[in-house]
């Protein structure tokens, strides 16, 4: 069974504050994508990550795939009040038709 | 924007009564996946389908839940009967897999299932 672990669970900060976010897996994936989730509504795709030791940038956000893929991170610079919600981490599986399983989030507060 | 229509927003119904979601996934899309929220569990994984056939139903609960796609514009997920412990919010998705594969998908934006 693919699990997806994210860690910190919860993470509370102010705002201009440097933060990371960390997934991570024993499986190994083809993709791994990011996802930020605000209340009420359904998750949104920041990025994807496809090769090992792949690093892309978003803007204040830098996401690292890991070089056996199997892990990856989301940093942000300075964050910001607007950076808040919920950050989800989901592993595509090859070897099993593309199937997309998530990891629990990151619940992210950038308090003014 | 392209995005996936999800019907009804928010569902209340006393248990043992049937419930049916729909989703309209993004026009051209061949790829559909229904999820399934709670606080305690994340995001589960209830079932997908690739050019209206279905992938991988593993994670439903196969004496209650059915789910179909009648039509490349309608993908269905139905509760027979429905019980208070299937209360969440369910998310359709739905993207475009190619021999590239495909890498992200759109999400609608849920129904809010309580089951008195």
């Known amino acids: 069974t693919q699990l997806l672990e994210q860690s910190p669970q919860f993470l509370s900060i102010q705002e201009g504050e440097n933060l990371t976010v960390y997934c991570n897996s024993s499986?190994?994936?083809?993709?791994l994508q990011w996802y930020r989730q605000e209340p009420g509504e359904g998750p949104v795709l920041l990025v994807t990550?496809?090769?090992?030791?792949e690093v892309k940038k978003l803007k204040r956000l830098t996401f690292q795939f890991g070089d056996a893929r199997k892990d990856s991170s989301l940093h942000i610079t300075a964050a910001q009040p607007g950076d808040t919600g919920l950050y989800l981490c989901?592993?595509?599986?090859?070897?099993?038709?593309?199937?997309?399983?998530f990891g629990p989030g990151t619940s992210l507060s950038v308090i003014p | 924007d392209a995005r996936v229509t999800q019907t009804p927003r928010d569902k209340v119904t006393e248990m043992g009564q049937e419930v049916t979601m729909r989703c309209q996934p993004i026009?051209?899309?061949?790829?559909v996946f229904w999820y399934r929220q709670t606080m305690m569990q994340g995001l589960e994984l209830l079932a997908y389908f690739r050019n209206r056939a279905p992938l991988d139903d593993s994670g439903m609960p196969k004496d209650r839940f059915s789910a179909e796609m009648p039509d490349a514009t309608l993908a269905t997920l139905k509760i027979q009967p429905s019980e208070p412990r299937d209360s969440a919010v369910y998310f359709c998705?739905?993207?475009?897999?190619?021999?590239?594969?495909?890498?992200?998908?759109?999400f609608g934006s849920g129904t809010r299932l309580t089951v008195v």
């Open positions: 990550v496809v090769t090992g030791g």
């Open positions: 998705a739905s993207g475009f897999v190619g021999d590239r594969g495909r890498h992200g998908y759109t």
């Open positions: 989901a592993g595509e599986s090859k070897t099993s038709y593309d199937k997309v399983i």
């Open positions: 499986s190994v994936f083809s993709s």
């Open positions: 026009l051209g899309h061949n790829t």
